[in-house]
């Protein structure tokens, strides 16, 4: 009896847990297609049927994740998660994605979620165009223009509508306080 157990603990597949894994992920919102998020580890001894890993859902509902690979390296299966091509992350739209994953194991089946947090990146503010319309066509200023003179409007996302215009001490076009900075 006591062999019967022995042999069926060291042919009995194991498998890593899910949750042990780092299950908070950090990644900024600047990051762009094909960015690994996280490497997954595990331990596998069975090897019929091959081992899977699958992205069962995502929420909220997205196509900005890849489904997992899964390869062996050096008696371990390491799985990868990815941002697919169509990933446009910014965390003022949706900050948090909650992703679903099924690791298989020969008859051992787990699930585990990973929380994505998606992170502010101040410096990667994404312009529309330069000097561009709201109906896209360039903004032609002509040589003329008094100073003080409104050129044209800021719309940078979580601020409200800054004007840009042109310094009467500098004569040149900058912000209502000068170079550099915004006041209300």
Known sequence: MVLLRLL?????PVVSDLCSLPCFINVSESQGPGTVLQF??????????????????????TTFFNPPSLARWQGTYVGKLTLSSSAQLDALM?????????????NHVMEG???VDVQRDLSHIQCAGQF???????IQVPETVTPGARLYTLLLPGLELHGAQVSPEHGTVGDRMGVGGWRE
């Open 8 to 12: 069926v603990f060291l042919f009995a």
């Open 40 to 61: 997954l580890s595990f331990n596998c001894s069975s090897y019929t049927p091959t081992p899977t890993l699958e992205l069962l859902n995502v929420q909220p509902p």
């Open 94 to 106: 949706v900050n948090h994605y909650k992703v679903q994953l099924k690791f298989t194991c020969g």
């Open 113 to 115: 979620s990973l929380s």
């Open 132 to 138: 561009a319309s709201p109906a896209g066509e360039m």
